[in-house]
């Protein structure tokens, strides 16, 4: 059996070649139309035909992946600027021997907590979040060390050695703050799947992040659900109309999904 692989979020779905009819880039060009159903997006057509577009990452994981990416990106914005109020009560501290109450501790503070729990599966952005150790410990030893200074010389020491390390540290994590936001925008290239039911006209539109790689599997290989399902995972109804099987790869699964069943035929009626 011929499957595509397409990323969703941090899951990776199949579909059989047979249920797929095309798939184009996803240009934000859909025709919207009122519904309650939050996955419907819009309607493209597609040889003449109106086609429902559904964003499978709300029904797989809750929200969208733009959602999703722009919220990261946010939150990255949002601790660079943590970085630089750190600096700053930090040469003030220095400045007008003011009390520094700043985290010492790079695990401590709300960017170290994050960053140490944090998990992706984007390879390329995992690889940047790994270099911000290094800085990022090197800033908050700052602290420690230039008011140790500061207290025992008056001759602007470490304010001249606050400078010089600011400008060589923070510079790298601004820069490497940038590169992250980048990527996470680089790794996002939605497409939209248009189904079929019979191999000739469409029947839904499903956007994803993007293409992974297409694979071939002997049935043997496919996991039914009813191997979780009877070990006490439970799968929600829907779910579970819609999810055909698993694919093992490597160190973990490709979802089966199949279009034809993954809206209710009420559903559909109601976003036609």
């Known amino acids: 059996m011929d499957f595509i692989n397409f990323k969703v979020g941090s899951k990776t779905i199949a579909l059989k070649i047979l249920d797929i009819l095309l798939t184009e880039r996803y240009e934000n060009n859909l025709t919207e139309l009122p519904n309650e ?53 930090l040469e003030n501290s220095l400045t007008n021997s003011v009390p520094f109450e700043k985290a010492k501790d790079p695990d401590k503070c709300a960017f170290g907590t994050w960053y140490n729990n944090f998990k ?14 290094q800085p990022h410990r090197e800033l908050h030893a700052m602290a420690d060390e230039l008011l140790t200074i500061n207290q025992n010389d008056s001759s602007g020491e470490a304010l001249a050695l606050f400078h010089e390390k600011k400008r060589k540290i923070f510079t790298v994590l601004v820069r490497l703050f940038q ?23 469409p ?13 071939t599997v002997n049935k043997d290989d496919i996991k039914p ?25 490597d160190n973990k699964h490709s979802i089966i999904i199949d279009p034809k069943v993954i809206f209710s035929p009420q559903q559909q009626a109601e976003t036609a």
């Open 179 to 201: 590169t992250a936001r980048e990527q996470i925008t680089l790794d996002y290239k939605p497409i939209i799947i248009f189904t079929t039911k019979d191999g000739k006209t």
């Open 120 to 133: 992706t599966d984007n390879d390329e952005l995992r690889v940047i979040l790994k270099k911000f150790d």
């Open 225 to 249: 659900l009813e191997q979780l399902t009877s070990v006490g995972f439970d799968i929600d109804p829907q779910t579970r109309h819609m999810m055909k099987g698993l694919i093992n790869m």
């Open 203 to 215: 029947h839904i539109g499903l956007l994803v992040d993007k293409v992974e790689d297409s694979l």
């Open 37 to 89: 159903n939050k996955s419907f997006i819009g309607v493209k057509d597609y040889l003449g035909t109106p086609t429902p577009i559904f964003d499978l990452g709300i029904v797989l994981n809750n929200q969208s992946t733009h959602v999703a990416n722009q919220a990261l990106s946010d939150l990255l914005i949002a601790k660079e600027k943590d970085h630089q109020d750190w600096l700053d009560a």
